[in-house]
């Protein structure tokens, strides 16, 4: 095998590492259940992401048959939204485990074979394998957010994050001017990614880390949720309905004091760490509350220039670092912790960038196209290195809480 190939098997191997060591410490029971109506009950998600590998490595690219048709639909995330799935004729833990380690030894037969011609788009670069190997990643992502949902403690290790050190300064000025937004040449980059464009912005100032628990804490204090006139009238009507008075998972302890739930642990809430579970209209509120705003997509992609995976990424530490414990990875303009720790919400709705083509199919990006959607950046500390870069597009609905998503503010100069 050459080197991109065994670059792929090993990317594929660490996925698939990743989402069999979230779901061995649970019981049969705790991977069939429906642990919130927002999400699959987890063991889907595993069999979901060997379907998704059969379709894309075996299907697409050998002209494989279908290993089980029934898997078409049961498995198919735009048949049966989340909270049918739990009534589906899903696989078992150890079913599910078995199908997709056979899907799996298929691929790598049909991967050492296969020529990765530069004139196939899919396999340019070994684009499908960097896709299915994401979408794995994604997924593992998705179930850290299941789990966190789940009544009882989830049994995991997290390895202490570092420590956040002061910041040099609350804002970082980023000159105006065009800058390239997306890309062309990121091998892995999504169909939304794509083309590389030229954005004109105008100066603006932009928070050097995401807002913190402390700051946001000083919002809960001064009657942020009772103050009408701080919220858009969507999120002000939303906040009503849902009964919104602080990030999910915090709960009051008396006194001024709060503690946060992770992972069925009752912890004292850390100040200095981003927020997270926030929904977009929170965030909105906020910024308003501190006389900001929050910035564009465009405006934090360019803000983030430069930014490294120097990063609270891949879910070791189970929840943000402290603000401040990643310099090395501050962008050019000197914006820290740009990727990791929480995905930020922007101002902007998800749309296609200028010249955009679907590619390789319009589930992933196109169908999600429009105002119903706010686009995230980033990544979070679940997110995988090999998700995370300055282009990536994440996208949801302004009302939602248990990803893991906090912000940062900007204001005009
Ligand atoms: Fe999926």
């Known amino acids: 095998m050459g080197d991109l190939k065994q670059a792929l098997a090993d990317a594929l191997d660490g996925a698939r590492q990743r989402s069999l060591g979230l ?61 049918e799935r739990a009534g589906l004729a899903i696989l078992g833990a150890a079913e599910a485990r078995s199908h997709i380690a056979m899907v799996r030894g298929r691929v790598l037969d049909v991967l050492d074979k296969v020529e990765l011609d530069p004139a196939v788009p899919l396999l340019n670069d070994g684009f499908v394998y960097g896709m299915v190997a994401q979408h794995e990643h994604q997924h593992d992502e ?86 009408p006139r701080l919220w858009s009238d969507a999120g002000w009507g939303h906040r009503l309905e849902a009964d919104l008075e602080a990030p999910q998972f915090w709960s009051p302890q008396g006194g001024g004091s709060w503690s946060v739930k992770r992972y069925g642990q009752q912890i004292d809430l850390p100040l200095d760490e981003p927020v997270q579970h926030v929904c977009w209209y929170e965030a909105d509120a906020y910024a308003r509350f501190a006389g900001k705003r929050l910035p564009t997509e465009a405006e934090w992609e360019k803000a983030a ?58 589930e992933y990006s196109e169908v999600f196209y429009g105002s119903d959607y706010k686009v995230l950046r980033g990544g979070s500390w679940a997110t995988s290195p090999l998700v995370a870069r300055t282009t990536f597009r994440n996208w949801d609905y302004p009302i939602r809480r248990q990803i893991f998503a906090g912000f940062r503010c900007a204001r005009d100069v």
């Open 23 to 83: 779901l061995d410490p649970l019981s049969e029971e705790e991977q069939l259940a429906q642990h919130s109506p927002l999400m699959s009950p987890l063991v889907w998600d595993l069999a979901h992401v060997g379907h998704y590998e059969e379709l894309w490595l075996l299907r697409a690219v050998a002209r494989t048959q279908p290993i089980d048709p029934a898997h078409d639909d049961i498995y198919d995330a735009f048949k049966h939204v989340r909270k």
């Open 142 to 227: 998705t179930m850290l957010a299941t789990l966190q949902l789940m009544a009882s403690p989830y049994p995991h290790v997290a390895v202490p994050a570092p420590a956040g050190r002061p910041l040099p300064e609350v804002e970082v000025l980023i000159p105006g001017g065009p800058f390239v937004m997306g890309t062309d040449t990121e091998p892995f980059a999504y169909d939304n990614e794509r083309p590389a464009h030229t954005v004109d912005v105008a100066d603006f100032y932009i928070d050097t880390a995401p807002v913190t628990n402390g700051q946001y804490l000083a919002f809960v204090e001064a009657g942020g949720y009772d103050e």
């Open 305 to 362: 220039t430069g930014a490294s995976a120097a990063a609270n990424l891949g879910g070791r530490h189970f929840g943000p670092s402290g603000v401040g414990a990643y310099p090395d990875g501050a962008s050019r303009y000197g914006a820290e912790h740009m990727l990791g720790d929480v995905w930020e919400w922007t101002s902007s709705d998800f749309t296609a960038y200028p010249g955009f083509t679907t590619f390789p199919y319009k």
